[in-house]
């Protein structure tokens, strides 16, 4: 049968249920998700963006689904503990997809106005506010990765900032899938930056029993004018995790967004991006580090769509694959009719460490405005012999030269991440990574 | 006795280069090898200090005694070889300092060392980077990337101070050097000379030794050392080229 079907009737038997666990506004669009699924099904490998990752086979499984909200308790503080201290930021929890208020996220200080918390409550609470952003980006008219999310979402985060407002300290949300069964989980993030107005805010993907899961987040990110954004999405989960993940992202004019997806320990990952530049002046900082082992498989997609003039979008995905891990990177650049002055440039660039990894690269630009800057390139290939070479002359063994080649090569891209702190981790856990230390997802003493 | 090389015979690709290889080299010894082009200067040099893609097909050599051609690059190095590369390869993102520092202290620690404190690494460090006029800020940057052709050689040579090995190979060291450079890099390497070290000067030309006083020169022609001779070889096949050595060699071969 088709696994959609599957999804569209667990839905209209449990509609109820699904509702009363969520809030009006969240509802409203759910027979608009309804009808995308009825109509699209879920993306296959025969449509040419999923040709490398089968999304609808991981629906097939008869997954469970906390639809009636039952409390799954974490004990936050046992399961998680951050490996690096030094990163100060203000704590959210996300146990699969249920916010879970906690003691560090009622002591977090933040600006009047600003709201972080539970996605539902503020759905209850303030749904004006919501209802305005909420499912506006999520595209319905394409199989439907959102419209499987948005059916069946019943909570997940929000972050609003005011006008004006600067939020100095990074905001770290933390997503712990933990199950006694195999579950699926829908989680809703809600990102929304007001004019002039500046935040950060970390996303830790991890994973706490060894269950079976698949994780659908669907996060929509309105940066209005001037705003500042620093996105980080940081997957430490294990091989019985499969993710799909959408990203859409507005900017207004003369924001500035960086993006920045590491897959650090994974299972199956599918992460999209799409972003669409709706201001002039605009700046996007799009970057993403894959490093697989084992069978484990990543697929980024990224679509970036200059619909205006003066815009800069500027992106470096690296991948490191070990043993028979396989990858696949999509780019895709749209320089629109009248996007004048746009300057863009997409590199992807992967290391097979074995004969039996596999990549598979794509990059795509297509053009229709004459005056811009835009350049593309991809590689793939292995550590350079010759500099591995030269090291070994200087008396640095064969597998610390490796180490320090595979370093360098993710280095670029942590290069570009903005949260000093954050990079000081991620070159830490990469090293970690690279030396097997880092088996499953670091934080989580489930794991160890 | 510093190196020992019995009878080597190696080659790449299964094709042989090196044809039976004759050479003695004692502690506190300079050693100039010239030959025309092709004739396996750069493959000797590579053999010796273990690129893996050559192939040892027969012979011996012996690095202060021990079997040299039974240990993999790095031991080499650790046991005192150094290269200076003809070609100094860049690293991007992988910084002087670090670099440095792991290669000392890998060497430390296959002498059964502690790791060097770090103060004494920078002091070192400064000390070394004095002698070949290096500036701080190559340090930070990554190996070799965005050094120039003289700064590269520079630092090939600062490298070899850090590393203080006893036999030190120069891969044809002065190949793109002005003459600036040239003085700079060979100022080095002889302030670097010792009784218990040696050199050997790979090169083409004269030019070099001007700079770097050899006590032997060999010609190195198709895979064979073809002449040995004084200092005073060199100058004579700068003025006379290589032909008449090769003719004297063919005729003896007759």
């Known amino acids: 049968m088709n696994p959609a079907q599957n999804y569209i009737e667990l839905f209209q038997d449990n509609r109820a249920l699904v509702e009363r666990g969520s809030a009006g506004v969240m509802n409203s669009v759910r027979d608009a998700a309804l009808k995308c699924l009825e109509r699209y099904g879920l993306p296959h490998k025969g449509l040419e963006e999923y040709l490398h990752t089968d999304v609808s086979a991981w629906f097939e499984p008869d997954w469970g689904m906390n639809l009636a909200r039952l409390d799954m308790p974490v004990d936050l503080a046992q399961a998680f503990k951050c490996s690096v201290p030094n990163l100060s930021t203000q704590l959210y929890f996300l146990a699969n997809d249920t916010f879970a208020s906690s003691d560090t996220a009622s002591r977090n200080s933040l600006p009047d106005g600003v709201f972080a918390g539970s996605l539902r409550e503020a759905a209850i609470n303030h749904p004006e506010l919501v209802e305005k952003f909420y499912g506006r980006l999520a595209d319905m008219e394409k199989p439907g990765i959102a419209a499987v999310n948005t059916l069946f979402a019943q909570d997940g985060f929000l972050l609003y900032v005011p006008d004006g407002v600067v939020i100095e300290k990074p905001l770290q949300l933390i997503t712990l899938l933990s199950s006694k069964v195999d579950l699926m989980v829908n989680r809703r993030i809600l990102v929304v930056l007001g004019r002039e107005s500046q935040a950060k805010l970390l996303l830790c993907d991890h994973a706490l029993a060894a269950n079976q899961y698949l994780t659908i987040q669907v996060a929509e990110v309105f940066a209005g004018e001037g705003s500042m954004l620093e996105l980080y999405d940081l997957e430490e989960t294990h091989y019985a995790n499969r993710r799909i993940s959408e990203l859409y992202v507005n900017q207004e004019a003369d924001s500035n967004v960086e993006i920045d997806y590491v897959t650090l320990h994974n299972g199956q990952t599918r992460n999209t991006v799409l972003s669409t530049f709706s201001g002039r002046g605009s700046r996007l900082s799009l970057n993403g580090i894959a490093t697989i082992d084992k069978k484990q498989h990543v697929d980024n997609m990224t679509f970036v769509d200059h619909r205006v003039s003066d815009c800069t979008s500027n992106e470096l995905f690296n991948y490191v694959l070990d043993d028979s891990a396989s990858g696949a990177f999509a780019g895709k650049v749209l320089v629109r009719h009248g996007a004048q002055h746009t300057e863009s440039q997409q590199t992807n660039r992967n290391i097979c460490l074995t004969r039996e990894a596999r990549m598979f690269t794509q990059p795509q630009l297509e053009i229709y405005a004459d005056d811009v800057k835009c350049s593309h390139g991809a590689t793939v290939g292995q550590l350079d012999d010759k500099a591995m070479f030269y090291m070994r002359q200087r008396g640095i063994p064969e597998s610390e030269a490796r180490m320090m080649l595979m370093q360098a090569f993710v280095g670029e891209v942590i290069g570009r991440v903005s949260l000093e702190p954050l990079r000081d981790r991620l070159n830490r856990l990469i090293e970690k990574r690279f030396r097997g230390e880092l088996t499953q997802c670091e934080g989580c003493r489930a794991c160890r | ?254």
């Open chain 2, 1 to 254: 006795m510093m190196l020992n090389i019995e009878n080597l015979h190696a080659g790449i690709d299964g094709k042989e280069i090196l044809k039976g290889i004759n050479l003695q080299v004692n502690a506190g010894e300079v050693h100039a090898i010239m030959g025309p082009n092709g004739s396996g200067k750069s493959t000797m040099s590579n053999v010796l200090v273990g690129h893996p893609s050559y192939k040892v097909t027969e012979g011996r050599v012996t690095f202060k005694g021990k079997n040299l051609l039974d240990m993999p690059a790095e031991d080499r190095s650790h046991e005192g070889l150094f290269m200076s590369f003809q070609y100094p390869v860049e690293i991007p993102g992988v910084s002087m300092t670090n670099f440095m520092r792991t290669a000392i202290n890998e060497k430390r620690k296959y002498l059964g060392l502690p790791a060097m404190a770090p103060t004494d690494f920078l002091k070192l460090i400064k000390e070394k980077r004095d002698l070949v006029k290096l500036d701080a800020k190559f340090m930070n940057r990554s190996v070799n990337e965005g050094f120039s052709g003289g700064e590269k050689k520079r630092n090939e040579i600062f490298q070899m101070a850090m590393l203080e090995p006893s036999l030190s190979i120069l891969d044809e060291t002065d190949s793109g050097l002005d003459i600036d450079a040239l003085r700079i890099v060979a100022d080095g390497v002889n302030r670097l000379k010792s009784p218990e070290t040696s050199v050997i000067v790979i090169t083409h030309y004269q030019r070099l030794l001007d700079y770097i006083q050899p006590d032997v020169v060999h010609v190195l022609y198709q895979g064979r050392i073809i002449k040995t001779a004084g200092p005073e070889l060199a100058l004579e096949l700068e003025e006379r080229g290589y032909d008449w050595v090769i003719k004297e060699f063919e005729d003896s071969q007759r």
